[in-house]
């Protein structure tokens, strides 16, 4: 088991949004030893795995530190790395194809 940190954080749709308070609040995982953090958008139905250096939690939000499986934080590893490998491959081809 992988220790995590699960806490709220407020979000919205970009800067507009938030200047005028529309914001609405998603439950999102930190995994410390690995720098990995994660959440459903409920809005967009899209699960988002990205590479973080700490939790962005809300401030006076209470976290709570949770176990993840072993297995489960290893296919956010492979996700990330897949992401990214697809992503400089992407870049290349619409760059030659200017």
């Known amino acids: 088991m992988v220790k995590a940190i699960k806490y709220s954080v ?3 749709e970009g800067v507009l949004a938030y200047i005028h308070g529309m914001t609405h609040t ?8 690995k720098k990995i953090c994660f959440n459903i958008d409920s809005t967009k139905k899209q699960l988002n ?3 973080v ?7 006076g939000i209470e976290a709570e530190e949770i176990l993840l499986e ?3 934080v290893r296919d956010l590893e492979k996700l990330i ?6 992503f400089k491959k992407a ?3 619409l760059k030659e194809g200017k």
């Open 10 to 12: 407020k979000v919205s």
């Open 26 to 33: 998603i439950d999102e995982i930190f995994i410390p030893d």
């Open 49 to 51: 795995v990205f590479k």
């Open 53 to 59: 250096d700490k939790a962005r939690g809300t401030p």
């Open 70 to 72: 072993r297995d489960f």
């Open 81 to 86: 790395s897949l992401r990214e490998k697809c």
């Open 91 to 93: 870049k290349k081809m």
